[in-house]
């Protein structure tokens, strides 16, 4: 069956046809039925060079050896003990030793459980209830974080069904504003955390000015607030050990999700001993889940980190060179063409906006021409390429795309724009 008929059926049975909002798109999304490398195929027998790679989830690619075959073994073995296993230390460790903050770990199955419950973590360590998140800033889709979200949220007003007492005590600051910070902290003096996305991917792609997450810091630690770095994306992709390491700083708390698994569902958080030891049974903060520390998911997370610890020194400065040429190529584009288009870009990924503008937080991301952004997913998806198709999303390169890629990818944003200026 082809896509628009798939989509069909899948009206009748999935609400909106899809199992996550931002798939959708009109006039109805593409179904996939197999990836490899940088590569997507359709139901339609279209192949596609994969920009969205899971959201930023598969950092060495679909389909990656090392990680296909370590959870075929794993198969083998068992694929749900709920009891402890010694693969769980063995991942814990290493997400510890590669992790600036890292003493202790929990892992959990999606990022949205691990910002949920980082939260809860320093309510109870600081006895305080206030959260205070940044415009734009997406922590998934649970009541405590979900005020002035990305994502698929960047569009709409609210979500009905949440609470309004569960959000009561979180306040939102815009990004890359530390004055803002200082001045809701001043007011809000039962502020338990400050939980951030060090680089916003879920409002386009957006970076902390020079300084700014330092003062952040320095702000949080100068208060006795809890600082959770929300590494759902950034997290062993802009480094091994993240944007804590990317930038030098040293977070309280940390959540991770994404590349950890490689696109195997499997999620953490991180942070100092003395508040991770709060967590039931060692503490009396309650976190629980069946699927935790799921085997096949833990050993497609320790194939994924022994292959990014092993090559470190190859993957992370590779995949910076090739984003560097697709932005770079499109940079001269744009100035050729004479078009009013901003580029954000920082590793492994990069984001467009149609605005002449710098884009530095939700205010500016939202300015950019959305309609325009729309045009060029259409004109790149015509030429096999797949972005996300929201501008309000990041574009992200795995270790498979190649320069190769790279020159397609440069050609087809160069076409793209030719058909959006007739
Ligand atoms: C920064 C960030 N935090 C949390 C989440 C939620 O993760 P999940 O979709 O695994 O629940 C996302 C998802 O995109 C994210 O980008």
Redesign the pocket.
């Known amino acids: 069956m082809k896509s628009d008929q798939l989509f069909a059926k899948a009206k009748k049975i999935l609400p909106g046809g899809v199992n ?1 909002p931002v798939r959708f798109y009109e006039p109805y999304p593409f179904f996939a039925t197999s990836a490899l490398g940088s590569k997507l195929t359709t139901a339609d027998h279209q192949i596609y060079l994969d920009y969205c790679m899971g ?2 989830a598969m950092i060495l690619g679909h389909g990656y050896s090392s990680v296909i075959e370590a959870v075929r073994s794993q198969l083998d073995k068992g694929t749900l003990f709920c009891v402890p296993t010694e693969s769980e230390i063995k991942l814990a460790e290493m997400i510890c030793q590669v992790v600036p903050c890292g003493e202790m770990a929990r892992l959990v199955n ?6 949920m419950h980082a939260i809860r973590l320093a309510r109870a360590f600081t006895k305080r209830k206030g959260v205070i998140k940044f415009e734009g ?5 649970h009541d405590y974080v979900l005020v002035k979200a990305g ?1 698929g949220m960047a569009s709409l007003p609210a979500s009905e069904g949440t609470l309004d007492e569960a959000s009561a005590h979180t306040k939102v600051v815009p990004y890359n504003n530390p004055a803002e910070l200082e001045r809701a902290i001043e007011k809000n003096r039962d502020t338990a955390c400050v939980i951030t ?1 060090p680089v916003l ?2 409002i386009g792609l957006v970076l902390p000015e020079k300084g700014y997450l330092n003062e952040v810091r320095k702000i949080t630690e100068q208060n006795d607030i809890i600082l959770i770095f ?4 950034t997290g062993f992709r802009l480094a091994l050990g993240g944007a804590s390491e990317f930038f030098g700083l040293m977070p309280d708390l940390v ?1 991770f ?2 590349a950890l698994g490689n696109g195997l ?1 499997i ?1 953490a958080i991180a942070g100092k001993k003395e508040i991770m030891n709060k967590l039931a049974p060692a503490g009396s903060v309650y976190q629980a889940s069946t699927f935790a520390g799921n085997p096949v998911s833990v050993a497609a997370g320790i194939a994924t980190l022994e292959t990014l610890t092993e090559a470190k020194n190859t993957i992370y400065p590779r995949i910076a060179k090739t984003c560097d040429s697709i932005v770079g190529g499109i940079k001269d584009i744009l100035t050729r063409a004479q078009l009013d288009c901003t580029v954000n870009s920082i590793g492994s990924m990069f984001q467009l906006f149609f605005t002449s503008e710098r884009v530095k937080d939700q205010s500016g991301a939202k300015k950019a021409n959305a309609k325009m952004f729309r045009k060029l997913f259409d004109e790149l998806l015509k030429q096999d390429i797949f972005i996300p198709p929201s501008q309000f999303e990041t574009c992200f390169l795995s270790y498979a795309h190649t320069e190769d890629d790279a020159d397609k990818t440069i050609e087809a944003y160069d076409k793209a724009f030719r058909e959006i200026k007739k």
């Open positions: 996550s959201y930023g999606t990022g949205s459980e691990a910002t800033g997406y922590h998934g889709a994502s996305e991917a879920n929300d590494e759902v994306v959540t999700a994404k569902p999620a």
